[in-house]
């Protein structure tokens, strides 16, 4: 395992993503004002409620609540891991990940490896 990617990283790689860009490519979105608009890709819909906001960097659906950045779109879109999206936006940019050495557990391996509790601690 590589190790941990530092949120600076993910920040910057964040900051370097256009997100109107990046979701325009999957999903032919149409401007309306200051926001960009499409039907949602996460549902099936007639009426668009998918909206972008690329001042803010963010999507959101009105219709299935679906909504987040440039990585969960993609992790979503694309159904990426959280690591593989950061990657794929990396390339995209030409960027080397930071790894941070660590454990490099993910938050699921962590919790899957805590020690369960037993009836006494549990009914505390």
Not at 55 to 68: D, N, T
Not at 90 to 113: D, F, K
Request: contains cysteine.
């Amino acid at each position: 395992m590589a190790g941990r990617i530092p949120r600076v990283f993910i920040n910057d790689l964040l900051a370097r993503t256009d997100i109107v860009d990046l979701i325009d490519v999957r999903v032919k979105l149409k401007k309306q004002g200051k926001n960009y608009h499409a039907c949602c890709p996460f549902h099936n819909e007639k009426t668009p409620s998918f909206t972008v906001n690329g001042e803010k960097q963010f999507y959101h659906c009105f219709g299935c609540g679906a909504h987040g950045n440039a990585i969960d779109f993609l992790m979503n879109y694309d159904k990426l891991e959280f690591v593989e999206t950061v990657e794929e936006l990396a390339a995209m940019h030409n960027l080397e990940i930071p790894y941070e050495a660590g454990t490099g557990l993910s938050q699921i391996e962590r919790h899957q490896r805590q020690k369960p509790l037993s009836v006494d601690e549990w009914s505390e």
